[in-house]
Nanobody, 134 residues
């Protein structure tokens, strides 16, 4: 059973940067695709970024492309999300999730496929709040 613990959220001004981390324990971290999934009040969960087990397939939502970078260090059992040029619309609780599914960036652009991928997540972190103030 994999346990995931996020850290690094907080309050930042518009245009600022944050890096959130997700540390895994209790399982084989490298066998999972990892994703950062956010949920803002009154909105559905959204896959912000996803990375397959070895980092050679990566997906970004259009809303964060060019501003966010996902990476992973399997030796440290950690996945990161570097967030730059933050906007008020990025305010949400950010969760990391571990899935045995694959990361197909083109497929993840489909809302139905992305929803199914979210439901395939087997292990969730507790979430970390990111608030961008204007």
């Amino acid at each position: 059973q994999v346990q995931l613990v996020e850290s690094g959220g907080g309050l930042v001004q518009v245009g600022g940067s944050l890096r959130v981390s997700c540390a895994g324990s209790g399982g084989t971290f490298s066998r999972y695709a990892m994703a950062w999934i956010r949920q803002a009040p009154g909105k559905e969960r959204e896959i912000v970024a996803a990375i397959n087990w070895n980092g050679d397939s990566i997906y970004y939502a259009d809303s964060v492309k060019g501003r966010f970078t996902i990476s992973r260090d399997n030796a440290e059992n950690t996945v990161y999300l570097q967030m730059n040029s933050l906007e008020p619309e990025d305010t949400a609780v950010y969760y990391c999730g571990a899935s045995t599914g694959s990361v197909f960036p083109l497929n993840l652009r489909s809302s139905s496929y992305a929803s199914a991928w979210i439901h395939s997540v087997k292990h969730w972190g507790q979430g970390t709040q990111v608030t961008v103030s204007s």
